[in-house]
């Protein structure tokens, strides 16, 4: 059997995809993945995704240059998520200019808990995107 068909893409043909620092182990990011993006994946060695909001490939660092180097591609057990351990190129995966998505954290704050950003932004995301 092919390793393509061994995945369990949804009803949409698309599976989530973790992308994991290979070294730190942070999580960086979470996007999708459908077969064609996970193959190319493969075969690059770079993160492609694909775009929900575009429908279309997007292949991560395009615009940016942070583009997110593969060493290691991992199924979970009920085969309907992808692990990506990356090395990220620059240091930067969110397009905030943060290194990982993930950079609020549920603070108690008085009576009502809030999202407080608790990493720095390393650079703006207006001289990312030009």
């Known amino acids: 059997m092919n390793w393509l068909d061994q995945v369990k893409f949804d009803s949409a043909g698309l599976i989530p995809a973790i992308a994991q620092d290979a070294q730190s182990r942070r999580i960086l990011m979470v996007a999708w993945m459908n077969r064609e993006s996970l193959e190319e994946t ?26 997110q180097k593969i060493k290691n591609i991992r199924l979970d ?23 990982s998505c ?17 990493d720095p932004v390393l650079k703006d995301p207006e001289l990312i995107y030009k």
């Open 102 to 118: 993930f950079y609020r954290k549920l603070e108690q704050s008085g009576d009502e808990p809030a999202w407080v950003s608790i």
């Open 42 to 67: 493969h075969a690059s060695g770079i993160a492609v995704y694909w775009s929900r909001s575009r429908q279309s490939l997007w292949r991560k660092g395009e615009s940016s240059g942070h583009t």
């Open 77 to 99: 057990c009920d085969s309907d998520v992808i692990l990506l351990e990356v090395e990220q190129i620059g240091g930067i995966a969110c397009h905030t200019g943060r290194e």
